[in-house]
């Protein structure tokens, strides 16, 4: 029989004969007795056995709580595109971490909105050591220092022109564009981030930060790579948090990845690891959830996905307009659970960690 899904083989038994279960790449294993010694609905009967049998569960310990966070005068202001998401100061931000490590989530992702008079073709403000995201982890640092410190490598908060490298007459460039993101992951590791979060697609960066970071004298700071990266248009409203949807000329097409791809996010993962990554991620999230199943399922390292904010913006929406239950949110958390995912980046973070804890 050929094999067909998960399941390569499935079939009813006769009387005398259990029907054989076989996952992908295990023995065959004679485990379901045709009907009716096998009830599946037995396990489902009371709540405290579908809590015995439940596979996957989802934690406030699995979360990471992406903020924006500013300076600039009047920009510490709600996102129109997302809801219940507000630009921080650095003291908000700081309140942020505090409400993290209360919630019992791990970490933090900082995301700048930029002054506009500091985004420049050079991006130079990137690896500033006073810039605002280097200020603002190390106040979070020196207020909680048990949350964990994310960082975003990438140049389109400080680009002219929106782009996540620099430009060249139309071209995205890529070495130079590593050279730079080296230099503004020295600067956040310097500022005390935990982790940083190469989010720009270039190819090289990893092994450039690493090696670089090595010889800083920086040995222990973790690298969560974007490893595969979509071009999506789920990410909307993120730019209009950190201000770069009206300045973006053209697509990222030709850095980040083709959506109709999905053995090469595997190959950008080995290589990603092989240039010492020391955990990947898949962005978007619940689009992709295939690809975070062949990620985990291929390496078995630390695998995340980004629930992105045009995730956030539709299932907020539709919640705030009662279409679907709130419910919803924490189930599609639960999905990448499922799928392989070691931990979330979500909008949602506190107000699930709040209803997680009941
Ligand atoms: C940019 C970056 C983006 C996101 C995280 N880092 C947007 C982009 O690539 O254009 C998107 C996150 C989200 O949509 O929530 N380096």
Redesign the pocket.
Known sequence: MPAKGNFAHARQGQDDMPARCQLKGQPMLPVLAPFPTTRLRRMRRTAALRDLAQENALTAKDLIW?LFITDVPGADAPVASMPGVSRLTVEGAVRAAETAAELGIPAICL?PYTDPGLRTEGCEEAWNPENLSNRVIRAIKAAVPEVAVMT?I?L?PYNANGH?GLVRDGVILNDETVEALVKMALAQAEAGADILGP??MMDGRIGAMRSALEAAGHADVTILS?AA?YASA??G???DAVG?ATRLVGD?KTY?MNPGNSDEAIRLVARDLAEGADMVMV??GMAYLDICYRVKQAFGVPTFA?Q???E?AMIKGAVLNGWVKEAVIAESLLAFRRAGCDGILT?FAPDVARALRG
């Open positions: 992406p995301f975003d990438a389109d996540d989010s720009d974007y990266k789920f990410y409203p993120f730019r770069a990222k980040q962005k978007p980004y992105v904010s045009g956030y909008y």
